[in-house]
């Protein structure tokens, strides 16, 4: 990283899933030169996906890191610089920001575009890893039309593991959901709906052991908590954990205004924050969709708003200058 230490950049893009290439793409076509660092898991989450059949563009569906690395060439394409490199640090305390890279490398950004994303929490099973897009999946409006009329499976009790077994029963014969409760913690009307569809069906008291299959998903075995007795489900097909999603941001706990989950709060319909010059997109700040589409679209978003505010403030300083002379 030594060619860039200490150099002062327009945009400074922290993160390289769908929101931030996209983010880098609109910069560097704006001729702001944005760099990317592209983090701990270059290409987000979609690093992690098989078959891509709902982005616009690919009408033969794309594999998650076929897309990403076509993200990736046309934002260097127009001169983005991405790199392999983590932001350890930044100092929010006066503009332009100061960064530390990889622990050892200092540069400074007049913007920062924040799109670290999010990643689902999993139940670190080692049969639930090692099926990972072969049948196992934490994101049923991706994948839940690969299981039209098979038994699926989905481990979770919250709003977003009803309304993720709902969606599933458009294309599955059965959803079985795994709880490890004997209630639900969804609210009472995603029950309700829940309950009413004859295509649910809930499993109580239980967690998932074991995902079964060696290339792809098999069956499950599932334990009650409470009588220890296990049971193997032999016709699944598919699994979906549904039991939540941690935003990548405790860089900026303190910093930033977030929910009680960790997603940053932006300012109505913009990508602005607390801080001046300093944007979130993606995954990092949209707790509701979670898709690649609508990240992109935030990570447009991002770019020119960061554009409008570099120049807006160098009109600022021009008139500045102008008046002290």
Not at 68 to 75: L, P, Y
Not at 120 to 126: F, G, K, Q, S, V
């Amino acid at each position: 990283m030594e060619d860039i230490a200490e150099k002062t950049f327009d945009v400074v893009i922290i993160g390289s899933g769908p929101a931030g290439l996209t983010a880098a793409l609109y910069a560097a076509r704006a001729d702001l030169n944005p760099i990317v660092f592209e983090g701990p898991e270059p290409g987000g989450q979609l690093m992690q996906t098989t078959d891509v059949e709902n982005y616009p563009g690919y009408p033969d569906g794309v594999m998650g890191p076929k897309m990403m690395e076509d993200f990736r060439k046309q934002a260097t394409r127009f001169g983005a610089d991405c790199r392999y490199g983590y932001v350890t640090d930044i100092d929010f305390e006066k503009r332009p920001y100061k960064l530390t890279v990889d622990e050892e490398t200092t540069i400074f950004a007049k913007t920062i575009i924040i799109s670290t994303g999010a990643s689902a929490m999993w139940l670190d099973l080692p049969s639930e890893q090692r099926l990972r897009g072969k049948g196992v999946s934490a994101c049923a409006t991706c994948d839940g039309a690969f299981f039209r009329n098979e038994h699926v499976v989905i481990v979770g009790g919250g709003d977003t593991a009803m309304e993720e077994a709902l969606f599933l029963t458009k294309f599955a014969s059965k959803v079985s959901v795994i709880h490890r409760r004997d209630e639900l913690r969804a609210s009472k009307a995603m029950q309700n709906r829940a309950f009413a569809n004859e295509k649910i069906e809930f499993i109580w008291d239980s967690e998932l052991q074991e995902v079964l299959g060696d290339q792809v998903v098999k069956g499950v075995r599932v334990k009650n908590r409470k009588t220890g007795e296990e049971t193997v489900l032999e016709d699944v097909t598919g699994v979906f954990i549904a039991i939540g999603h941690k935003p990548n941001t405790d860089l900026f706990k303190g910093v930033l205004t977030m929910d009680d989950v960790g997603y940053i709060q932006t300012k109505g319909q913009s990508t602005k924050t607390d801080l001046p010059g300093v944007f979130a997109c993606g995954d990092a700040m949209d707790a509701v969709y979670r898709q690649a589409v609508t990240a992109a679209g935030t990570g447009c978003r991002a770019a020119l708003d960061a554009e409008r505010f570099l120049a807006d403030h160098e009109s600022e300083e021009v008139i500045a200058q102008s008046h002290w002379k």
